[in-house]
C-alpha cells in the first residue's frame, strides 16, 4: 500500500472532523489519493467503514457524507447501503455469538419490550425492521445488538436495514456532494435535503403499506 505524506496523515487523524474545513481536506486527499490508487481507497473505506459499524464507533455519518463527496450520489449511496448493512450484520452475528448476557445486563427492560414487539409481529418482520430502521423509536445500536437476542432473523434484519436506512444514507450521501456549497456542517441538512429524504423515507415503506392493504382487501372479502 502507498505510502501518505506527512501532512497527508495530518489531515485524517483529525476523523471523525469537527468543522467543515476538516472535512473538506479528508476529502481532497482521499479524492487525490483515490485517483492513483481507487482499489486501495475503495477496499479501505470499505473495511474501515465496516469496521466501524460492526464496533458502534461513531464516525460512520462523516464517512457517508465523505462517500458522496468522493463517489458521487448515485455510486456513493449504493456503496454506504451495501456496507452499513453489512457492518449491521456482522454486529448482529456477533452479539448472537457473544453478546447475550451483555445486552441482558445492559437493557434488561428494552430488550424484554423489544421481545415482545417482535413475538407480536412475528408475520411482519421486515415491516417491523424496515419501521424502526426509519424511526427514530429505537437506536440502531441496540437494534443490532438486540436483533439476534429476541429472535430476529438475520434475512429480515438484514434487508429491513438496507430499505429502512436509506433515508438517512440519502441525505448524508446527497450532502457529502455538495461540500464546496457549504459554509458549516450546519448547513449539511437543508429544508430541501430534508425534503428528499423524505421521500426516500416514503419509498422505502411502501412494502409496509402494501402488505397492510393487501391484507385489509382480504378480509373485507372474507367478511
Known sequence: MPSLTAPEIAVLKK??????????????VLLSYAAKYPVVVLVGFCSFYILMQTFAIPGTISLSLLAGAIYGAKHGLALVSVISTVGSSVCYCMSWLLGKSLVHAIWPEQLKSFAAEVKKRQNELLNYMIFLRVTPILP???????????????QYFALGTFLGCLPNNFIAVT???????LKSLSDLYDAKMAVLGLAVGTI???????????????????A
Open 15 to 28: 476523523f471523525p472532523p469537527r468543522a467543515l474545513p476538516d472535512l473538506i481536506a479528508q476529502r481532497d
Open 140 to 154: 440502531n445500536t441496540f437494534i443490532n445488538v438486540a436483533s439476534p437476542i429476541v429472535g430476529l432473523p438475520l
Open 175 to 181: 450532502a457529502g456532494g455538495r461540500l464546496g456549497e
Open 204 to 222: 422505502a415503506l411502501v412494502p409496509i403499506f402494501y402488505k397492510r392493504k393487501h391484507e385489509y382487501n382480504l378480509k373485507a372479502k372474507s
